[in-house]
């Protein structure tokens, strides 16, 4: 009787087990993903100089990442900036949970924040966002790259 339950007892672990790699596989590939070739800035100053004096538009696919110690709320702003951006706000795991559309070049009236705390910024070419269809939710896979073409 004994072994008999120890059976049922590991059946059910293993079709609970297969039951969550199931679930995951389904929710992996269900998600709209992004890749990115990203120039990461974590420093402080390189944060606040953003693509600050940039005058040529970035390549496709090409972007900046501001990574924070932790989660913020921090506003950003188009002083000095060039080229119309969008920016999108991630948290910890890369997936997008806001995102502002054609921030227009130099201006310095607006700031722009998300509503939520994030842990990454992302700046790329204006109408990048509609173009790829990013939505919250949609996983960012970022490639680090060493500088901006």
């Known amino acids: 009787m004994i072994r008999f339950l120890i059976y049922i007892f590991a059946m059910y672990i293993l079709f609970k087990k297969l039951y969550q790699v199931i679930i995951n596989y389904k929710e992996y590939y269900s998600i709209n993903r992004l890749n990115l070739n990203l120039l990461k800035v974590s420093s402080e100053k390189k944060r606040n100089q953003g693509l600050m004096n940039r005058k040529n538009r970035l390549k496709e696919n090409e972007g900046m990442l501001f990574e924070y110690d932790k989660p913020t709320k921090i506003k950003m702003w188009m002083k000095n900036t060039y080229i119309p951006l969008d920016i999108i706000f991630l948290d910890k795991r890369f997936r997008v949970i806001e995102y502002k559309e054609n921030l227009k070049p130099h201006d310095i009236t607006t700031d722009y924040s998300s509503n939520k705390k ?23 896979i970022p490639k680090y790259i060493k500088k901006l073409n």
Do not use: D, P
């Not at 994030?118 to 919250?136: C, H, P, W």
């Open 118 to 140: 994030y842990k990454y910024a992302i700046e790329i070419n204006s109408g990048t966002i509609k173009k790829r269809n990013i939505k919250e939710g949609t996983l960012i």
